[in-house]
């Protein structure tokens, strides 16, 4: 079979957006039967999380939604950009941080704003919930929700 398709979510911590983006993802892959043809991963721009859980009011929030988080916190690295086919980037100041990594701009076409795959949304980019309230969680999720299934789409039309 051909090798599968390497995905990753990139954040800010790796502890709330980049993480639920993975479980939804995941998800979704699962419930269409693609879990062995696409590989989820997430990853943050800094690293002061490293190790830990997704936040808990992420985890509740996603939790209430069927998806269960349960990766641990990580920082994106240059390797992670020759390794992944798609690099999901949540809002401006992590495509930079991003890119920042991409000394020869030899991976530019494969990093890309999460938004770009949303179709019920206008939003340019999954705002930072962590110094806000409930709602802002909900708010991500919902955003999450609806790019991942474009997020499908596009990883479809790669594997055909
Ligand atoms: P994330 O959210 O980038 O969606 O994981 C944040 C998590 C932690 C912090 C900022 C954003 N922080 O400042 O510790």
């Given at each position: 079979m051909a090798e599968p398709f390497r995905l990753l979510f990139v954040c800010l911590g790796n502890i709330c957006r980049s993480p639920a983006a993975e479980g939804v993802m995941r998800a979704l892959?699962?419930?269409?039967?693609?879990?062995?043809?696409?590989?989820?991963?997430?990853?943050?721009?800094?690293?002061?999380?490293?190790?830990?859980?997704?936040?808990?009011?992420?985890?509740?929030?996603?939790?209430?939604?069927?998806?269960?988080?349960?990766?641990?916190?990580?920082?994106?690295?240059?390797?992670?950009?020759?390794?992944?086919?798609?690099?999901?980037v949540m809002d401006q100041q992590n495509l930079r941080d991003v890119r920042s990594y991409d000394y020869e701009s030899q991976f530019a076409s494969k990093i890309r704003l999460f938004c770009e795959f949303c179709t019920d949304h206008q939003e340019r980019e999954v705002p930072d919930p962590y110094y806000g309230g409930e709602q802002g969680f909900e708010d991500v999720l919902n955003l999450l929700e609806d790019g991942c299934r474009g997020v499908l789409c596009h990883i479809r039309s790669s594997l055909a």
């Open positions: 892959v699962e419930s269409e039967g693609l879990a062995d043809r696409v590989t989820i991963r997430s990853a943050g721009t800094g690293g002061w999380h490293a190790g830990k859980l997704p936040d808990q009011r992420m985890r509740s929030a996603a939790q209430n939604r069927g998806y269960n988080l349960s990766s641990r916190a990580r920082q994106v690295s240059e390797n992670d950009l020759r390794e992944h086919h798609l690099v999901l």
